[in-house]
């Protein structure tokens, strides 16, 4: 199996490798289309701020290109942001896939949200075997709203939508490259999903 990891120069992505190699798997950073296209599974990560992400997506034409991706893609922690129909952070119009906004935490709570949550109602086959309020790590200061696309959910002030599933995307805010077992079950079930 082919697993592309997009390289856009955003971010947490050696540790998402080792993850994959943990799993038997040497996934490629590419920013080549032709060799995402041709991916089994792609991985869509990110760590830092949205607009300056967007500009190097659009510098390199992935904003058109990910969203037309046909095989399953796993956007992570500013990956699933961008996926989003908008995002707070720097009044950024993200990719469309999943049609919720991004908003910020309110300074009443501790921003960012650092380290571990649980996840609960989850749905999808992404979170096979995987039993409710498994914790998950996290660190970010915005959140995508509690949506009919959510397929689980974490409280920090309130509920929001820690993973999301639109037909073959799907995201998660927590990073499971770095929530140990139940972080690598998510990895695996991403593997195996059939494609849509």
Request: aromatic share 10%; charged share 20%.
């Amino acid at each position: 199996m082919k697993v592309v990891i997009i390289d856009y120069g955003a971010g947490n992505i050696k540790s998402i490798q080792f993850a994959f190699k943990r799993l038997g798997i040497d996934a490629v950073l590419s920013n080549n289309p032709d060799e995402i296209i041709a991916a089994d599974r792609v991985i869509f990560p990110g760590v830092g701020e949205a607009s300056s992400a967007l500009k190097m997506l659009q510098n390199s034409g992935l904003d058109t290109l990910i969203p037309t991706l046909k095989q399953p893609v796993l956007g992570i922690c500013l990956g699933m942001q961008l996926l989003c129909n908008y995002t707070e952070e720097g009044d950024t119009k993200g990719l469309g896939v999943f049609q919720v906004a991004v908003k910020r935490f309110p300074n009443t709570v501790k921003v960012p949200q650092m380290g571990w949550n649980t996840v609960s109602n989850l749905k999808s086959d992404l979170f096979k075997d995987i039993p409710e309020n498994s914790y998950m790590y996290l660190v970010h200061s915005y959140y995508a709203e509690h949506c009919d696309e959510a397929i689980a959910i974490t409280n920090y002030n309130g509920n929001y939508a820690s993973a999301l599933q639109h037909k073959n995307f799907y995201g998660v805010q927590f990073h499971p490259e770095k929530s140990s077992t139940a972080g690598e079950q998510v990895l695996r079930n991403f593997l195996n999903i059939k494609s849509y």
